[in-house]
């Protein structure tokens, strides 16, 4: 009888693929504040971790981000972990984990206008949480709509939508994000800085295809997407890796920007921004004093996005090859207000090597403590954060992308050609994977499995891959 009724319930809440399951890595950073920490357990220990064995896909570009994983989906109508990833010139593609095999591909309309061309895109791919579609970025400027079962892409709403009115020099570089319905995404210029772009937030309700607000960095008093000329303005990009970050208390949004004019009024460059959870309003701003600089040297703040270490508390990078520490309540240290008040973070600190600083950090608790990874073009670093403070508490001269922590222990890819894995709490090597070359993409670790792309989207390929390590 209890099996009857449990049969009867599964039938009434739906399929079995609408239900979350603790190893799925549903978006880059692993949930929507980008924590970059995965599952406690993924099979993967320090004692097996060496016998990890390496499989090349060949998934028809370069995906210079993150894959996304969801485990035990229904695809073609049989369950399989699959694999998600986009590439440079907006290829979405659903690899099985445990085969390799390719089990759909979606490609954009008009791809071959832009295939082999400066027009990219560097975003991760984001699940719904009921795991029936996938959201995904292409240089066309648009976010589609894609079902997990076939790739299909979907057109009712305003599906797929638009989110800058010049794909040919506003960009979609971060990873996409989605909390509370919305699909959350931003946009900033292409390598060269050439204008007119502006950096903005766009905010998709996930069922509609709505687009419910656009937040722009410049030009701030204007709401909706502008036309780049239209705006005495340009740049101040939204370009990190991480993008969106979504604070999982208040659901507010936080943001960096690049270089751009700042006047604490309609113009935020080289500043972190406080969005409220839908994007439609600025809450607070922190903003350097030294911030005319920045934008003179052409060293982008916003190059790295806010890392949410708790205890209302961010830490933000930069290309100045700086670490601060912020405190959300009271971004500029005195109001709780956007406005031109500049200065106020509780903390400055030099990066692990430092260098400029492009990745996201991992933030890791265990033991009572709050750990914080970091790693730059020079070398990687774990942090303790402790009365409002980080302290060093290890650095290694190895370079790296976005450390991840998963398993119990941490992951750091090395774009010269390794993937390194260390005992978090001493930085001690646990063992180095051969890798190939790479860029800015970093590994997801989950169910006894490693993937990671290779290849520099700024080298324009048509072709690429994506590794898979798996136990024996």
């Known amino acids: 009888m209890r099996a009857r009724a449990l049969v009867l319930a599964a039938l009434l809440l739906g399929p079995a693929s609408a239900v979350a399951r ?149 960009k979609i570089g971060p990873a996409l994000n989605l909390a509370r319905g919305l699909v959350l995404t931003a946009t900033g210029g292409y390598i060269g800085d050439a204008p007119p772009y502006q950096g903005h937030v766009a905010a998709i309700d996930a069922a509609t295809g709505q687009l419910v607000h656009v937040w722009n960095s410049l030009c701030s008093d204007r709401a909706g997407l502008l036309d780049p000329p239209s705006c005495p303005d340009t740049r101040s990009a939204i370009w990190a890796r991480a993008g969106v970050v979504v ?45 005319a600089e920045l934008d003179r040297r052409d060293a982008d703040l916003g190059s790295t ?29 005195r109001t709780a207000d956007a406005g031109p008040t500049t200065g106020g973070a509780l903390q400055s600190i030099p990066t692990p090597g430092g260098q400029e600083l492009f990745t996201a950090p991992a933030v890791w608790r265990n033991g009572g403590r709050t750990w914080v990874f970091v790693a730059d073009g020079a070398a990687t670093a774990g942090y303790v954060l402790a009365r409002g403070r980080l302290a060093r508490q290890w650095e290694v001269p190895a370079p790296g992308t976005s450390p991840v922590v998963a398993g119990g222990l941490l992951w750091v890819y090395d774009p010269g050609g390794a993937l390194d894995v260390y005992e978090p709490m001493s930085g001690k090597t646990v063992t180095a994977l051969p890798a190939g070359h790479g860029h800015w993409s970093s590994p997801i670790v989950t169910d006894r499995r490693v993937a990671l792309p290779e290849g520099d989207a700024n080298q324009h390929r048509t072709s690429g891959i994506l590794a898979i390590y798996r136990l024996p």
């Open 22 to 170: 603790p190893g799925d890595w549903s978006r880059f950073g692993y949930r929507a504040d980008r924590r970059n920490a995965g599952p406690r357990r993924t099979g993967i220990t320090a004692a097996n971790v060496a016998t990890l064995r390496r499989q090349e896909v060949d998934i028809g570009g370069t995906a210079d981000s993150s894959p996304v994983y969801l485990g035990h989906a229904l695809v073609g109508g049989a369950r399989h972990d699959v694999f998600f990833v986009t590439t440079s010139y907006g290829l979405t593609l659903a690899v099985d984990a445990a085969s390799g095999t390719l089990l759909w591909r979606f490609t954009p309309e008009a791809y071959a206008s832009w295939a082999g061309s400066a027009q990219i895109t560097h975003a991760s791919p984001v699940t719904d949480p009921g795991r029936r579609f996938v959201y995904a970025a292409a240089p066309d400027g648009r976010i589609h709509k894609l079902a997990v079962a076939d790739g299909s892409e979907v057109r009712d709403g305003g599906w797929p939508v638009a989110v800058t009115l010049d794909p040919t020099h506003e």
């Open 247 to 291: 604070d999982p208390v208040s659901g507010n949004l936080l943001v960096a920007t690049g270089n751009g004019r700042f006047d604490g009024s309609h113009a935020w460059g080289d500043s972190v921004l406080l969005l409220s959870p839908d994007a439609g309003r600025l809450l607070r701003n922190w903003t350097p004093t030294d911030q």
């Open 305 to 333: 996005a806010p890392a949410l270490v708790g205890h209302g508390l961010a830490v933000q990078g930069g290309k100045d090859g700086l670490l601060r520490v912020l405190q959300l309540a009271r971004l500029n240290g």
